[in-house]
């Protein structure tokens, strides 16, 4: 077997194993510390891909921001098991069938498509920051400056509800 | 990047080298410890250590001896599995980053061109900071895990701070990126040795990132998860043993290689200053030059590790609102205005 074929198969069971164990962890923490491990895994695919520039900001962003903030709001909140509300058996239902058609629904839009499988075998280029950063401020230019506005309205949003409103303040 | 056409004699050079620049660092790190306590003695007007060995040069070893020869305690109320993976995880992330950093350019051993370098990968400096935002998880496990008040604060204060920082970090490094047009630190030391060192063209980047360094190693003025008198201990006050070791010891190996990437993003790397190094491995031999390299990005290194300590016994640490205002009220605006006007020259420039 090819090097490449026997890490992608080791990266894809580490991802599905540590998927799974944020499901069933009973602790928070350990879930979010597994998701970590998810990331980590698909981080390794992005390598193995030949999508570097992709893969460090993956680990950047997910693993090392993102996830210190679920860590962060998880450890301040001590969750037990003790303090969580029961859900009922239709809600139980509903979150299932719900998943499901979103699995079934990610299954058959990535099914046929042939230029993700060729990039899956690391024969692509476009993961390199050159190549990305050029179809991103060319032929992207205009979504690229709309994403960001929306990451600006998100965080003057945020900065609003988080600024105390002075009228409320007793002193 | 065809992983089958690694060949023994390239694994067996890459697994010495990564040996080699292991080792440097632990015993760098060692004699790191035992430098911040003879400067800091020097500084306040006293001895220091000196009983171990001639002038107490064995001081490091004794105090590593001492360390794994403790008791071992795992507190009852602790995560037993994240108690033990915190120190690791914080060792294991410090350590990591040395393997994009060039130590040194090739030498020839055996007709074999060898790097110094263990991986020369075309985004090397977002390899530091994916690899610096691991670091956290270190502080935050280890500090939530000993389930303790006290820790917890401290991992929450050590996490906030090094996401805060590394944000005005990257941004400072942005312009320097703009000028140098490359994420490898190769290209970007090469560049140096070309067209002189960074520091004369970025230096408030470079002032905007020595700080935000100072940061990301919990060192004073920014020690705040380890303030001994508001938190006993910091996030490792539960700990014993060799475990406290590690954590206390991947400090100093983090302040070993930050300075290296300080070193070889701002002053030149390997480069030795006023001299033509083409010119003289004619003369004297390339592996020379590559010994001599290595020897002056050392010397960089020493001078930026003396400069943390320096800093530790001079500034007293900052309170908490003091930490959070400098990082994001200032640091970051100062690390914009240095970015858009770096664009700004370099537009011009191009004109």
């Known amino acids: 077997m090819h090097i490449n074929e026997i890490l992608f198969w080791f990266l894809t069971a580490l991802a599905l194993f540590s998927a799974m164990m944020v499901v069933f962890s009973k602790n928070p923490v350990h879930s979010v510390l597994w998701l970590i491990m998810v990331f980590m895994a698909i981080t390794g695919h992005y390598i193995i891909m030949n999508a570097q520039f992709l893969a460090i900001v993956n680990m950047i962003v997910y693993a090392g921001a993102i996830m210190v903030l679920f860590l962060f709001v998880i450890m301040f909140m001590n969750l037990n098991a003790e303090s969580e509300p029961q859900k009922s058996k239709w809600m139980k239902f509903a979150a299932v069938l719900s998943g499901g058609s979103l699995m079934l629904i990610l299954i058959a839009a990535l099914k046929d498509n042939e230029g993700f499988i060729s990039s899956m075998r690391g024969e692509g280029s476009i993961g390199l920051i050159k190549n990305l950063g050029k179809v991103l401020f060319t032929d992207y230019v205009v979504p690229f400056e709309i994403s960001s506005i929306l990451f600006l309205s998100a965080m003057v949003g945020a900065v609003v509800l988080a600024k105390k409103d002075s009228s409320t303040i007793v002193s | ?351």
Not at chain 2, 16 to 39: C, D
Not at chain 2, 60 to 68: M, N, Q, R, T, Y
Not at chain 2, 197 to 214: A, D, E, R, S, T
Not at chain 2, 310 to 327: A, E, N, S
Request: hydrophobic share 55%; aromatic share 12%; with cysteine.
């Open chain 2, 1 to 351: 990047m065809d992983l089958m056409a690694v060949n023994l004699a390239y694994g067996i050079e890459k697994l010495l080298l990564i040996g080699g620049i292991i080792t440097v660092s632990l015993i760098v790190a060692m004699y790191t410890t035992y430098a911040e306590r003879k400067v800091a003695a020097w500084m306040q007007d006293r001895v220091g250590p000196n009983r171990a060995g001639p002038f107490g040069l064995l001081q490091p070893v004794a105090d590593g001896l001492k360390l794994f020869f403790k008791e071992e305690i795992i507190p009852l109320t602790s995560n037993k599995t994240l108690f033990v993976l915190g120190p690791a995880l914080a060792m294991v992330t410090a350590m990591l980053t040395s393997a994009v950093i060039p130590w040194g350019s090739s030498i020839e051993i055996f007709g074999r061109n060898v790097s110094l370098q263990i991986a020369d990968v075309n985004i090397g400096i977002l390899y530091v900071f994916g690899v610096v935002s691991m670091g956290v998880y270190g502080i935050m496990i280890g500090g939530w895990s000993s389930n303790n008040k006290f820790s917890l604060i401290a991992a929450v204060r050590g996490a906030s701070q090094i996401i805060s920082y590394e944000l005005a970090m990257g941004l400072s490094l942005i312009a320097l990126l703009m000028m140098t047009g490359s994420l490898s630190l190769k290209t970007i030391v090469q560049q140096q040795m070309e067209g002189g060192w960074n520091i004369l063209y970025q230096p408030l980047g470079f002032l905007i990132f020595l700080i935000c360094v100072f940061a990301e190693c919990n060192r004073t003025p920014f020690d705040l998860p380890e303030a001994e008198n508001e938190l006993n201990f910091g996030y490792h006050q539960e700990y014993s043993s060799m475990k406290l070791g590690l954590y206390l010891f991947s400090e100093y190996v983090n302040m070993f290689i930050s300075s290296a990437v300080v070193s070889t993003l701002f002053f030149g790397g390997y480069d030795i200053p006023f001299v033509d190094e083409a010119a003289l491995s004619l003369s004297i031999g390339a592996n020379t030059v590559a010994l001599l390299g290595f020897g002056a990005l050392f010397t960089k290194i020493i001078f930026f590790l003396f400069l943390f300590i320096w800093v530790r016994w001079t500034i007293p640490r900052f309170r908490y609102d003091q930490l959070m205002d400098l990082g994001w009220k200032k640091l970051i605006p100062l690390a914009l205005a240095n970015m858009l006007i770096t664009a700004l020259v370099i537009l011009w420039l191009n004109k």
